[in-house]
């Protein structure tokens, strides 16, 4: 156990950290990347099909020692693969953000729409996905000392209000895996999700902008959620939290009120 210090564990500096971030070619991934490369960290910037995106932002990131890396999240063996690069080229891992995920529209009254190969796909990549990145790199992480991992959750694993049931179902899901990791990796790792409503990117296919719009029009801060307003959050909670863990945190300008 960790002897108390005077005046609180303070922040985190990210200066000389190497962060990991999958899902990190685009959306919130990539502001968040952006945004941990601006306070000095090394940032590994993990994609499955956006290689170029991933070599342009890594090109525009300020700082050095980014690179982006294939890291599909259905691939176990691949991310175990990225763990051990991540190892043998820097040395250590200080911060994990699991921002991979993928959805698609389905009115939740539709259920034959939502068919086994879907539903499965959803749980692979939304749930079963943050949890092998983790097991990948849970000693790395462990080495530090004083590591964290961000899940990019949504408030639909609360509300059950969002693209389809398998995604509501996802999302609660890793919510309810963010609160068990935060029990068992402690007290080397923190474990810390975010919960944003509907952002302003392409995530959810078939979504136009118009309804990302209206949707805030109806929240009590009538604000449309950008990518670096997650992104805001999600170094937040990396630098400031540091008595957090295991729970998770909604930044979705009052919807659920």
Do not use: W
Request: aromatic content about 4%; glycine content about 12%; hydrophobic content about 45%.
């Amino acid at each position: 156990m960790s002897e108390a210090r005077p005046g609180g564990l303070g922040t985190l500096p990210l200066a000389g950290k190497v962060a990991v971030v999958t899902g990190g070619s685009s959306g919130i991934g990539a502001a968040a990347a952006c945004r941990l490369a601006a306070q000095g960290a090394s940032v590994v910037v993990g994609f499955h099909r956006g290689t170029d995106r991933a070599a342009d932002l890594v090109a525009r990131l300020p700082g050095d020692g980014h690179r982006p890396v294939s890291m599909p999240v259905e691939n176990s063996r691949r991310l175990e693969e990225v763990a051990q690069l991540v190892e043998r080229e820097y040395g250590r891992c200080d911060v994990l953000i699991n921002s991979a995920g993928a959805t698609r529209k389905v009115a939740h009254a539709d259920l034959e729409a939502l068919n086994d190969e879907l539903f499965d796909s959803l749980m692979r990549i939304n749930v079963r996905g943050p949890f092998a990145t983790v097991r990948a790199f849970a000693p790395l992480l462990a080495g530090t000392g004083d590591a964290v991992v961000i899940n990019v959750s949504s408030i639909s694993g609360s509300t059950a209000s969002g693209s389809n049931v398998a995604y509501c179902a996802a999302k609660a899901a890793l919510d309810n895996l963010t609160m068990s990791l935060g029990r068992a990796l402690g007290p080397a790792i923190r474990v810390i999700g975010v919960a944003p409503a509907a952002v302003d990117t392409g995530f959810v296919p078939g979504r136009e902008r118009q309804a990302v719009v209206a949707q805030a029009a109806g929240t009590p801060l009538q604000v449309v959620v950008d990518p670096d307003d997650v992104a805001v959050a999600i170094v937040g909670a990396v630098t400031h939290f540091r008595i957090s863990t295991g729970t998770t945190f909604v930044v979705d300008g009052g919807k659920h009120l």
